[in-house]
């Protein structure tokens, strides 16, 4: 990203610089902090230094908040709830006992629990057949869970395409049904 400076007191400049050049958050941070401001105005290489962090920062901001993770009811970081989303729960193949699986993971490990997956998770051995029938009921699961996200998330959007004039929103018809 370059930023070009101008004399002062031209139209369309922000601080010396073009105005088109600059992100609303990065005007935004020069009118917050004066200290910087001093800089900005001087020094061309730390402006662009600053500009570049500040940029990253908005960026990535939504990953350094914590959020509340409805998978474990926990205050989680961005990175967490995307890994915890991608598990469900499922059952070890052998002993039955809760399992959490990954989606789109189909390794044997994915379906053993950690004692089964001493005896049974060696891929070099010859694998169970209740490994791949699990297997194979867990991609069907799964593609039945997308399938009805899938229809909850068009319905959502024709809810907001009809806008405000239509009767219900798509989360009480969910929850009608659910009764
Ligand atoms: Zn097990």
Redesign the pocket.
Known sequence: MKVFKLKRGRRHTKYGYRKKDLKPYQIDYFDKHKLVRKHVMRDKRYTQILLRIIEYEHLFKDHLKLYYNNYTHRVSSYDEIMEDSKMFDWK?C????E?KCEIANFEINNF??E??SHSYGNPETSVDSRILESSVKFRQYCQMILLDNQKKFTRFIRFFKRGKSSKKAPYQEVNNQSK
Not at 94 to 97: R, S, V, Y
Request: hydrophobic content about 30%; overall charge negative.
């Open positions: 070890c052998i002993c039955e006992c399992l053993l629990c004692t089964c």
